[in-house]
Nanobody
């Protein structure tokens, strides 16, 4: 089993910054993608950003220019640096891991429990 533990959430004023961390443990294969998702009350869960094994990233248009995703393989940790936060960014943020042994093998998906981010006006 793989476990994902998120940390770094909390309450911040509009325009402020937060860093979210996702620490992974267990059997993680070489081919993997880590994504940050978020879900606000009454809304669907949406992809915020993702990072691939060798470093390329994808960031949603709604947060482009404000959020940055990165990883530290030595620590098995992925970060989401959030700047210029807005009240609309308020949501529960989830870490997601998709991993496989090779490109033709079965993929395995894991989710963190979620962490609250609240941005006040």
């Amino acid at each position: 089993q793989v476990q994902l533990v998120e940390s770094g959430g909390g309450l911040v004023q509009s325009g402020g910054s937060l860093r979210l961390s996702c620490a992974a443990s267990g059997r993680i294969f070489s081919f993997n993608t880590v994504g940050w998702y978020r879900q606000a009350p009454g809304k669907e869960r949406e992809l915020v950003a993702q990072i691939f094994s060798l470093g390329p990233t994808n960031v949603a248009d709604s947060v482009k220019g404000r959020f940055t995703i990165s990883r530290d393989n030595a620590k098995n940790t992925v970060y989401l640096d959030m700047n210029s936060l807005k009240p609309d960014d308020t949501a529960v943020y989830y870490c997601n891991l998709l991993t496989r042994l090779n490109l033709l093998s079965t993929s395995y998906e894991y989710w963190g429990q979620g962490i609250q981010v609240t941005v006040s006006s």
